[in-house]
């Protein structure tokens, strides 16, 4: 037998050192003690010659669970401290203990005393200045998104960059307006306050105007309602600990739902880029009728505003291409957005295009900042599924730019406090008439190209942009809206460029690219809540029919190795006779434990169920020949009586009966001799005993010759133990327990044996607390390796067939 073991001893050998694979293996050694050697050799192959490799050697026992516990040492008080201890050590008081709590709830406290003013401040304040210039394009563009005026847009770029400065713990992201989640907000302002309902009846026109003071309030209203409850969601999830909510949302899941919503934004601006006013739709497939509707109102195009856009947006992406190219030559991006701002701003108001071709304009900014209020907790009802997939959508993105920046600089993200900072961004800013923010890839890129090294840069970013909205943004009233209507769609480059995920994904990973296309088609479909919804449940889905359709397989030896690899897989892998080892690749619970059953009869080609039948109906026909053997016996013990019955009690043989005695079949008895000789008159007289021993001679005489054709090679050997490999799985339940206590007992009841091997050590406890393990499933019966359980099989046979033989020969 060859084996290869982690343990007590291993040294490396010298590869230049000649040797030849051997092995050796004495069975007369104890159970406790057996060990396998092996020893690898030269390299002989051209390729081996080549690329030398390391060569060790392992001497160990066999290892049970059982004698591993022992071996390791295993210390079985693995429970943790109790809840009142825990509760305990939670309410304890101190000083250390109450700075170091407010200073992981306020990073800031943390960070900033120890902030390198002569290494970080230039390059915070150039970064956060060109943060700044990019905050007052798009916070404009993106408050159209959420069909709010665009000053909202620019306060929403000042309050809750200040809170994260104070309370995030990522250095480079930068928080604000983003398309997505503006889009997510316009559907719902959109939806609770159309215009239907500011109808304004001027006397002539049944149907009215429309009111668009009243309408813009009340939609301002609504999205700082819902901005309120979104930080409230993702401040409970933060305090509770339950930021691990993202890692349900998958990559593939966020980036089909972004280039979805990159759909919806490109669709909801193009009324501006034509200058059209098509109808407002909502609910599933609004997005298709939504352009239907603007295709069918196409030949009312406003030429001016067509022009005004086309010229911005070739400026636009020509510019952005050369910053692209020559990023590492220029010292900071070309600030092309708020050039094309500035320069549409100034031709339109000198050129007075508003009167004379009717380009829509931003109209009115208020100088000045407005007193903070409590939005209207009465619309909670109405946004609460809304809210909730917001807060979630939001954070998954601002969490995998945080982490991706930490991972490249070297620092830690902390899951749950960005929750919490988030929450925290969106609660303090909807009460000042902001509506949620998360971070932008745009931004956060020129935050960290320009130099950006802390949150110190976002803190820059804010003050200028306070300095815009107080004096500087009543300039940009002119401003037309099919300019901030192209600096939208040009940010969304990056978000349709992800339509490379789909060849990528069907060369890589099929059942990701469902995940994707899924996705995309619900959102699109459905739009943008009902869509996430679909992709989340779709997603989870994917990961139980995984866990439910595994892949089974039947596992073979390596010749020379203790590896053990699937046959179907590794030519080199050969099955060992009369053992199956049987390996499902994930953990076996209450959804897979039937179909693993199932698996385990079909890979192993052994059906239970009809071993069971034959056997119950030989063990029937065995006790229906007993039977009539016993009545034939009695039959005919009662005609010898009749016939022969002497004096003495015992009846006469032939000449030819006096040879050998045989039993009523004609058979020999397995003793080889009568119950009782006499002699009479030169009579050999036998007086027999009949009993259920004597009866079950041919039984025991048929089983026995089976063993013993086995042992002389007469029959083909067939399968005599199962190992089933658990090193995949990571726990077990009730309904896997009652499983593999079947599997135990139906094998058992066909002379098959079990064996359990790769169980970890929280397997094992399960296994324990559940009373597993029993007199007819002995722990010993558990190995570390399959390799240990192989070798302990076959020792145990070669053992057992040394002892027939030796039985067979006397």
Not at 151 to 157: C, D, H, I, K, W
Not at 542 to 549: A, E, G, N, Y
Not at 726 to 733: P, R
Request: with cysteine; net charge positive.
């Amino acid at each position: 037998m060859l084996s290869l073991f982690r343990g007590s001893s291993a040294r490396y050998m010298n590869p230049s050192r000649s040797s030849r694979l051997c092995a050796g293996v004495s069975l007369r050694e104890p159970a406790a003690s057996f060990c396998a050697h092996l020893t690898y050799g030269e390299v002989t192959t051209m390729e081996e010659r080549d690329h030398p490799m390391d060569k060790y050697v392992v001497q160990r026992e066999v290892l049970s669970e059982v004698r591993l516990e022992e071996v390791a040492q295993r210390d079985t008080n693995t429970q943790g401290p109790s809840v009142g201890e825990r509760f305990k050590e939670f309410s304890r008081c101190s000083l250390p203990r109450l700075k170091e709590t407010v200073q992981k709830w306020v990073p800031v406290l943390d960070w900033l005393p120890k902030y390198p003013i002569r290494e970080n401040i230039l390059g915070d304040v150039v970064s956060g200045c060109s943060v700044a210039i990019m905050h007052l394009p798009q916070g404009m563009a993106y408050a159209l998104l959420a069909s709010l005026r665009p000053v909202f847009g620019l306060y929403t770029s000042l309050y809750p960059v200040l809170v994260y400065f104070i309370f995030g713990t990522s250095r480079h992201i930068s928080v604000g307006t983003f398309a997505v989640i503006s889009i997510m907000i316009g559907s719902v302002t959109e939806r609770l306050g159309p215009d239907s309902n500011f109808h304004v009846n001027n006397g002539t026109n049944a149907t009215g105007d429309v009111d668009i003071d009243a309408r813009d309030a009340y939609r301002v209203k609504i999205a700082c309602s819902l901005t309120l409850l979104v930080g409230i969601f993702q401040i409970l999830l933060g305090v509770v600990k339950f930021g691990f909510v993202v890692n349900y949302l998958s990559e593939p899941l966020v980036r089909g739902y972004t280039t979805a919503s990159a759909c919806h934004v490109f669709v909801s601006q193009l009324k501006y880029i034509f200058g059209v006013k098509p109808s407002r739709y909502n609910g599933p497939l609004s997005l298709i009728y939504t352009v239907v509707d603007i295709c069918s109102r196409l030949p009312q195009t406003k030429i001016p505003e067509l022009v005004v856009s086309l010229v911005a947006l070739a400026v636009l992406i020509v510019v952005k291409e050369v910053n692209g190219c020559y990023s590492k030559k220029l010292p900071f991006p070309i600030p092309i957005e708020l050039i094309v701002v500035i320069v549409a701003t100034i031709i339109t108001h000198f050129c007075g295009l508003t009167t004379l071709y009717y380009i829509d304009v931003v109209g009115e900014i208020p100088s000045g900042l407005k007193a903070p209020q409590a939005p209207d907790i009465s619309l909670f009802s109405q946004v609460i599924g809304d809210a909730f997939a917001v807060a979630i959508v939001g954070y998954a993105i601002n969490i995998s730019l945080s982490k991706t920046f930490a991972l490249k600089h070297g620092y830690k993200v902390d899951s749950n406090q960005e929750l919490v900072a988030l929450g925290l961004c969106n609660s303090i800013g909807a009460c000042f008439q902001c509506y949620s923010v998360t971070s932008s890839l745009s931004r956060s890129l020129v935050q960290e190209s320009t130099g950006g090294k802390t949150q110190v840069a976002g803190l820059i970013s804010s003050i200028f942009v306070l300095i815009i909205v107080l004096k500087i943004g009543a300039l940009f009233e002119d401003l037309p809206k099919a300019v901030l209507s192209t600096i939208v769609f040009v940010n969304l480059k990056g978000m349709f460029k992800q339509f490379t995920d789909v060849p990528q994904l069907w060369r890589t990973n099929r059942v990701d690219l469902l995940v994707w296309v899924i996705t995309f088609v619900s959102t699109i479909l459905l739009n943008l809540d009902m869509g996430l919804a679909v992709s989340i449940g779709f997603s989870i889905l994917t990961v139980i029919f995984r866990t439910q359709l595994p892949r089974y397989s039947i596992l073979g030896q390596v010749p020379g190795t203790d590896l053990y690899l699937e046959t179907e897989t590794y030519k080199q892998a050969k099955e060992i006779p009369g053992i199956k080892i049987f390996r499902s690749s994930t953990t076996i619970y209450y959804t897979n434990a039937e179909m693993y059953l199932d698996a385990l009869q079909e890979k192993s080609g052994i059906e239970i169920g009809k071993l069971l039948t034959a056997k119950k109906k030989e063990e029937a026909s065995m006790k229906r020949q007993q039977e009539k053997e016993k009545r034939k016996a009695k039959k005919l013990a009662k005609k010898q009586k009749r016939t022969n019955y002497q004096s003495t009690g015992s009846f006469t043989l032939t000449e030819s009966q006096r040879k050998e005695p045989t039993g009523l079949n004609g058979h020999r008895h397995g003793n080889g001799a009568p119950s009782h000789m006499t002699e009479t008159n030169g009579q050999v007289n036998w007086a027999y005993q009949h009993d259920a021993a004597t009866l079950e001679t041919d039984s025991e005489s048929d089983t026995y010759c089976q063993i013993e054709d086995e042992v002389k090679g007469n029959k083909k050997q067939k399968t005599h133990s199962i190992i089933l490999d658990l090193s995949t799985t990571s726990f077990v339940d009730t309904v896997t327990i009652k499983t593999l206590k079947n599997i135990f007992r139906d094998f058992g009841e066909i002379d098959m044996a079990i064996y359990l091997t790769g169980c970890q050590a929280c397997v094992i406890e399960e296994f324990e607390k559940a009373n597993f393990f029993s007199n007819s499933i002995p722990k010993s019966q558990v190995f570390v390796t399959v390799h240990d359980a192989v070798l302990h099989i076959q020792r145990t046979r070669n053992l057992l067939e040394k002892e027939i033989a030796c039985i067979t020969q006397m």
